[in-house]
């Protein structure tokens, strides 16, 4: 594998690339937007509304569970995944303050 050397940057700079790779893929937003309007989902859940394989879906839980950015509780055989609201809120606040410091000047290219 690769090396990535992302510890050459800084901790906030990884996290924030760690928040944006939830987000690189349509069916990790489509995962998250579902979750968001359903407060929880289980997996079998997401294979109804989504044109993904079981496979596929877990594959895509297990990276934005990975990332921080949702939870899953065991409930018997299923896993219930809900929002991490304490990353939600991190990812919200780091990409609002990048977001915020762009100031639209005309003298520029």
Known sequence: MGITKSELFKKRQNKIAQFAKAFDHPARVAILEYILDNKTCICNDLVDVLP?????????????????????????PKINYCI????????RDMFLNIFTRHVKKSDCC
């Open 52 to 76: 993904l394989s079981q496979s596929t879906i877990t594959q895509h839980l297990k990276e934005l569970k990975q990332i921080g950015i949702i939870k899953g509780e065991v409930e018997g």
């Open 84 to 91: 991490d609201d304490a990353a939600w809120e991190e990812a």
